[in-house]
């Protein structure tokens, strides 16, 4: 079974932090481009970060430059979202995702992707 399947989320104060995590499993990651989302209720969901097959170029949306971090461990077959100095503003479901063949510049376009994860919620509340 092909599938992504996330974990880490939960319950966070306001500049506190959360690591995402992201695990394949019956197929490989290592020549898929990799995404996290998010949709906050009432939102279209938002590309937050990307990063290459290599692990060498990242992208990432305005909102969270200087607080996120992607990284992938192709050895592990998973990806990771280190998300610090959390806000309010970033509560929503977060979704991972992959995919073949996306072009660096487009790599924040859902629509890239093929394969996507169940999603884990996440939520800054005091």
């Known amino acids: 079974q092909l599938q992504l399947v996330e974990s880490g989320g939960g319950l966070v104060q306001p500049g506190g932090s959360l690591r995402l995590s992201c695990a394949a499993s019956?197929?490989?990651?290592?020549?898929?481009?990799i995404g996290w989302f998010r949709q906050a209720p009432g939102k279209e969901r938002e590309g937050v970060s990307c990063?290459?097959?290599?692990?060498?170029?990242?992208n990432y949306a305005d909102s969270v430059k200087g607080r996120f971090t992607i990284s992938r461990d192709n050895a592990k077959n998973t990806f990771y979202l280190q998300m610090n100095s959390l806000k309010p503003e970033d509560t929503a479901v977060y979704y991972c995702?992959?995919?073949?063949?996306?072009?660096?510049?487009?790599?924040?376009?859902?629509?890239?992707?093929?394969?996507w994860g169940q999603g884990t919620q996440v939520t800054v509340s005091s």
């Open positions: 990063i290459s097959s290599s692990g060498g170029n990242t």
């Open positions: 019956g197929f490989i990651l290592n020549y898929m481009t």
């Open positions: 995702a992959a995919g073949p063949f996306i072009v660096q510049a487009l790599c924040l376009m859902g629509a890239r992707y093929n394969k």
